[in-house]
């Protein structure tokens, strides 16, 4: 167990309609990570906060969007949701905010669009 | 854009055998690089890092080679057991940008 939690486990949606993923850091992390991960894609960099301040965007879409709330939980919207959406969301956490140190995975959120 | 590559999409090895994972990386200025270690229907797990004034550096039966000059990483796993059967993953942070970008992963299969 990581620490990291995230909700829901897993989602089933509809194309056009809006979700959003929770995520819950380690206690004591104030950075928290968002990646997708589809099959032909690996893991890929959405979006980083630290501290409740966005501190780097990776290849995020302009229909997604995250925010840290000062409680340091996190949650990343997804609208107008697409096929190509389908795919595991994971939130990883750390102590430090500058992309180095071990960061802390949750067990993902997978998004089903149909 | 920001990539970073493997260049074995699957490595099917003997137990007790060691294990070579390759990353190429294509951002120089990087200088913090880390390994990850994802089962299937799990988060991935830290393995091991390295930052970019070392040229090596081991743990519990993982080392990790770290060559600049052709940006290049290497993860090696000594005397692979089944549970080390997992999909690997190198990342590199960019240098000073707030980042962690992840390779596209590379399975490792260890036949008993």
């Known amino acids: 167990d990581s620490g990291v939690t995230q909700t829901p486990k897993h989602l089933i949606t509809a194309t056009g309609q809006r979700v959003t993923l929770r995520c819950s850091p380690r206690?004591?992390?104030?950075?928290v990570y968002w990646y997708q991960q589809s099959l032909d894609q690996g893991l890929q960099f959405l979006i980083h906060?630290?501290?409740?301040?966005?501190?780097a965007k990776g290849n995020i879409l302009e229909r997604f969007s995250a925010q840290q709330f000062p409680d340091l939980h996190s949650e990343l919207n997804l609208s107008s949701l697409e096929l190509g959406d389908s795919a595991l969301y994971f939130c990883?956490?750390?102590?430090?905010?500058?992309?180095?140190?071990?960061?802390?995975f949750g067990e993902g959120s997978r998004l089903t669009v149909l | 854009g920001e990539s970073v590559g493997l260049h074995l999409p699957t490595l099917s090895v003997q137990e007790g055998d060691n294990s070579i994972i390759n990353c190429a990386y294509s951002?120089?200025?990087?200088?913090?690089f880390i390994w990850y270690k994802q089962e299937s229907g799990k988060g991935p797990q830290f393995i091991i890092d390295?930052?970019?004034?070392?040229d090596k550096r081991q743990g519990q039966r993982v080392t990790v080679l770290l060559n600049k000059t052709v940006k290049h990483l290497s993860l090696q796993i000594a005397a692979t057991q089944p549970g080390d059967s997992a999909v690997y993953f190198c990342?590199?942070?960019?240098?000073?940008?707030?980042?962690?970008?992840f390779g596209t992963g590379t399975l490792l299969a260890v036949q008993p």
């Open positions: 990883a956490s750390s102590v430090a905010g500058y992309g180095t140190g071990e960061l802390f």
């Open positions: 990342a590199e942070n960019g240098g000073a940008t707030n980042k962690l970008i």
């Open positions: 951002n120089s200025a990087s200088d913090y």
């Open positions: 906060y630290y501290n409740g301040e966005e501190r």
């Open positions: 206690s004591g992390d104030l950075s």
């Open positions: 390295i930052r970019s004034n070392m």
